[in-house]
């Protein structure tokens, strides 16, 4: 037998198959054998795969068993040292398998590797680099819509790996089970991925091993929500261990309500009845899920195995294939700025000039009454300076920062305000961390060796309050979110502004919401911050605003409203 049975499910996928076998047939690692394994297909997908495909062994099932049934049926009738899994919608390049098989030779400790997926018809952007699970049961692809920027192109340790495309040692399987047919479809693959981080093994992630995927061409829509609904109730109550669930009962029930609330959100639409049916029926059936969760628990040899890999994705900038012309962009928001915008633009572009870099200045207008958008032209045809100006109707702060950052065209992408409250000077701890591949770096007034000037104490007071409950909502850890002085490497800009939704002071929040939940790392550096008089900010009324705000964040999240393609 060969030292890897690459495992297909196959129903009625004629259209699909010839591609992806053709893919396996460019593989540079040989020594595999191919195995379709068809859910009784009425398409002629059987009699398509030996005319066109001899050396593919078939294995035809009356009826579908699901993707779980079918893939264990594959596996039982192979006896290699590996078993790959590979969708019939995907095309894997030629060094896939041989990638692969590599790393897990290399890693004793691991007994699952995971495929870099992009989608199919945009091979730019990511499907999986890895899958990981949250305390609350939440799972997910890294990297899952994002620009492949090589975030995910270091060898890491991850909690799953996507069966859409996955390598696992057969002795895996020996020990832990199969996959559990009573998902059917969807979450099997991380179901099998906490059985086997409480048995102490380890998912290893391949960034070479590159698979283009038609999303949900053999399933998808209604009986996918419906299945993704019912099976997550599965997951959680079968493999969770009692201190996991006592930890985090909260953070489990605030995540299945706003499945509930996504779901409510949209119920006009077939998928999201379907996927309230389907959390209905898993948690309506939680009496049968006990069995299954002491046969589960009863094989536990290292729980804390699968305690240290829950968490949300993480992603590293340091290997970026991003380039452009520009190095720095600085985005200063304006809004009735005409007393002091002639000095800020003025230190601004002498801070770039004395770096020595390609630079540009973005001031966006937000439909000033007075002549802040005639100075900025003056200044800009006498001064020579690299500027340009954005004009805006009237929205609020959120919009004219979105405006900004979406059409500069810097690597490092720097926020200023106005006022120039922190010296542009600043900035030289904001660059370093930027060019190392930190994502976001933000200004702290709070941190050990911020320094403030002049600020009424009541303000001070009322800063701290908001954070509190910014914290408690929705950014635990972070101690100042509101200092206006804020740096983003561009493909972070890209992907945190184009998912940006809110046009007031609120904005800073919701960008570092969705920067933590796509695993960008946030580095707080400490400023030294000067309290300006005529700032916009009214501080009772805009703190109530940013902490509606703060809720409709996490509104929008429960929601899903962060999730898919990023507008740019």
């Known amino acids: 037998m060969p030292g890897v049975a690459v495992i297909i499910p196959n129903y009625n996928g004629a259209a699909l198959l010839p591609d992806c076998l053709e893919a396996l047939r460019r593989q540079t690692f040989r020594d595999f054998i191919t195995v379709v394994v068809d859910n009784g297909s009425t398409d002629g997908s059987v009699d398509l795969v030996r005319t066109r495909f001899p050396e593919v062994a078939v294995i035809a099932l009356p009826r579908n068993l699901g993707f779980a049934g079918a893939v264990n049926r594959g596996i039982l009738e192979t006896d290699s040292e590996y078993v790959a899994l590979l969708n019939n919608d995907a095309e894997p390049e030629p060094a896939w398998l041989g990638a692969l098989v590599e790393a897990l030779n290399a890693r004793p400790e691991a007994a699952m590797a995971a495929s870099k997926i992009l989608l199919y018809d945009r091979r730019d952007v990511l499907h999986s680099a890895g899958d990981y699970l949250e305390a609350s049961g939440r799972p997910g692809n890294r990297g899952v819509w994002q620009r492949d920027w090589g975030q995910f192109d270091g060898v890491d340790e991850v909690f799953s790996a996507c069966g859409a495309a996955a390598l696992y040692r057969r002795s895996l399987f020996a020990e832990v089970g199969l996959f559990d047919e009573a998902y059917r479809a969807y979450l099997e693959d991380v179901d099998l991925a906490c059985r086997a981080r409480l048995r102490g093994y380890r998912c290893i992630y391949v960034p070479s091993a590159r698979v283009y995927h038609r999303l949900s061409a053999t399933g998808g829509g209604s009986l996918a929500a419906y299945l993704f609904g019912r099976n997550l109730p599965r997951l959680i109550v079968k493999n969770f261990p009692g201190p996991v669930l006592a930890r985090n009962w909260g953070n489990v029930t605030t995540y299945q309500v706003g499945l509930v609330l996504e779901a409510l959100a949209h119920i006009r639409e077939p998928a999201a009845r379907a996927r309230l049916r389907g959390l209905m029926a898993g948690w309506l059936g939680l009496p049968g899920l006990l069995p299954a969760r002491r046969q589960s628990q009863a094989r536990v040899a290292d729980p804390s195995g699968l305690l240290a890999a829950l968490g949300p994705p993480r992603a590293d900038f340091a290997r970026s294939t991003y380039r452009s012309e520009v190095e720095i962009s600085v985005v200063i928001p304006a809004y009735n700025e005409a007393d002091r915008i002639p000095e800020t633009l003025s230190r601004v572009v002498k801070y770039l000039t004395g770096l020595g870099r390609t630079h540009e200045v973005i001031v966006v207008d937000d439909g000033s009454t007075d002549e802040t958008a005639s100075l900025v032209d003056e200044f800009a045809r006498e001064s020579g300076a690299a500027l340009r100006l954005i004009r805006r109707p009237h929205a609020g702060k959120g919009a004219a920062v979105r405006a900004g950052m979406l059409s500069a065209r810097g690597r490092f992408r720097l926020l200023c305000d106005a006022d120039l409250s922190m010296p542009a000077e600043g900035f030289d701890r904001f660059i370093p961390l930027l060019e190392a591949g930190v ?87 400490p400023v030294e911050w000067h309290y300006m008089p005529g700032s916009k900010v009214k501080p009772l009324r805009d703190t109530w605003r940013m902490f509606r705000d703060a809720v409709k964040v996490r509104l929008n999240a429960l929601c899903g409203r962060y999730d898919g393609l990023p507008r740019y």
């Open 439 to 525: 994502p976001v770096v933000i200004g702290s007034r709070e941190v050990p060796g911020a320094r403030r000037y002049n600020e009424p104490a009541h303000r001070h007071l009322m800063g701290r309050v908001y954070n509190r409950i910014v914290q408690l909502l929705v950014l635990p850890g972070i101690e100042d979110t509101q200092c206006g002085f804020k740096g983003f490497r561009a493909e972070a800009a890209l992907e945190l502004f184009g998912r940006q939704t809110l046009n007031g002071f609120g904005f800073d929040v919701e960008i570092l919401f969705i920067a933590r939940r796509l695993g960008y790392a946030v580095k707080e550096v």
